[in-house]
C-alpha cells in the first residue's frame, strides 16, 4: 500500500539551529500539506501545495519557516532559526487533488522535533 | 473562520462498552466532515467521511457517525469498543474550497482490557 514518507522520524536541536525536514508524497498525488502538532492538540496546517505551487500558507510563520516543492513531487520544511517553541510533530499529507468528494488527506508518520 | 471543538479531551472506557465521541463545529459553509484516528505509534489515519447525503456515516472498524446540522454536530459512535480501539481521535471540516482542513484538539481514548 503506498505511503506518504516524512524523514527523519526524530530531530532533536538547539535553539537557534536551522532544521529541515523532508516528505514524499503517495506517488501521483498533486496536492500536498504540511501541518504542525503541538502535544494534546490536533494538527494544524501550515502550507498547502499544489503541484509545485503554494496554495495557501497564511500559517506559516514565514520569518522562521519556508517551504518548497520544486519538482512538484516532494517537498521540503525548514525552519531557521529553530526555537523553543517550535518543538512539535510536523506532518506532511497528501491527497490526489483538493476539495471534495474525492479529497482524503493521506498522512506520513511524521517528524517529531525537539528544540533545546 | 472554521473551527471544530472535541469536548472529551480523555475518556476510559471498558471492553465492550458504547462508545460516543463529541465533536462540534463551526462553519458557514457547505460541511464536509472527517473523523480520523491516530493508533498508538502509527500515523493518522481516516476513520470516516460526510460530504453529504445520508447523515449516518458508517466508517472502518464498526465506527459510525450523524451529522446534525441543527446540532452543528458530527459525533463519533461505536456500539462496543474493543480495547484496540485504544487511540487518538480528532475531528475535522474542510472548507468549500478544499485548502483547509482545520482539526479539533484529539480526544484520547482509552479502553481497559
Known amino acids: 500500500e503506498a505511503e506518504v514518507a516524512q524523514s527523519p522520524r526524530y530531530k532533536i536541536t538547539e535553539k537557534s539551529q536551522a532544521v529541515a525536514f523532508w516528505c514524499d508524497p503517495i506517488?501521483?498525488?498533486?496536492?500536498l500539506y504540511w501541518y504542525r502538532q503541538i502535544l494534546g492538540q490536533g494538527p494544524e496546517l501550515l502550507v498547502q501545495?499544489?503541484?509545485?505551487?503554494?496554495?495557501?500558507d497564511s500559517q506559516l510563520p514565514k520569518d522562521r519557516f519556508s517551504a518548497e516543492r520544486l519538482k512538484g513531487v516532494d517537498s521540503t520544511l525548514k525552519i531557521q532559526p529553530a526555537e523553543l517553541g517550535d518543538s512539535a510533530m510536523y506532518l506532511c499529507?497528501?491527497?490526489?487533488?483538493?476539495?471534495?468528494?474525492?479529497?482524503?488527506?493521506?498522512f506520513g508518520p511524521g517528524t517529531r522535533l525537539t528544540v533545546l | 473562520a472554521q473551527s471544530v471543538s472535541q469536548h472529551n479531551h480523555h475518556v476510559i472506557l471498558s471492553e465492550a462498552a458504547s462508545l460516543e465521541l463529541g465533536c462540534n463545529y463551526s462553519?458557514?459553509?457547505?460541511?464536509?466532515l472527517f473523523w480520523y484516528v491516530q493508533y498508538p505509534g502509527q500515523h493518522l489515519q481516516l476513520l470516516l467521511k460526510?460530504?453529504?447525503?445520508?447523515?449516518l456515516v458508517k466508517g472502518i472498524k464498526g465506527f459510525e457517525a450523524e451529522f446534525i446540522k441543527s446540532k452543528f454536530s458530527f459525533n463519533l459512535r461505536k456500539p462496543s469498543v474493543q480495547w484496540s480501539d485504544t487511540a487518538e481521535y480528532f475531528c475535522?471540516?474542510?472548507?468549500?474550497?478544499?485548502?483547509?482542513?482545520?482539526f479539533g484538539g484529539g480526544t484520547r481514548l482509552m479502553v481497559k482490557p
Open positions: 499529507a497528501s491527497s490526489l487533488i483538493p476539495g471534495p468528494p474525492i479529497n482524503e488527506q493521506f
Open positions: 506517488s501521483g498525488h498533486a496536492t
Open positions: 501545495f499544489q503541484d509545485e505551487s503554494v496554495v495557501d
Open positions: 462553519y458557514g459553509g457547505t460541511v464536509n
Open positions: 460526510y460530504f453529504s447525503g445520508d447523515p
Open positions: 475535522a471540516v474542510l472548507n468549500n474550497a478544499g485548502n483547509m482542513l482545520t
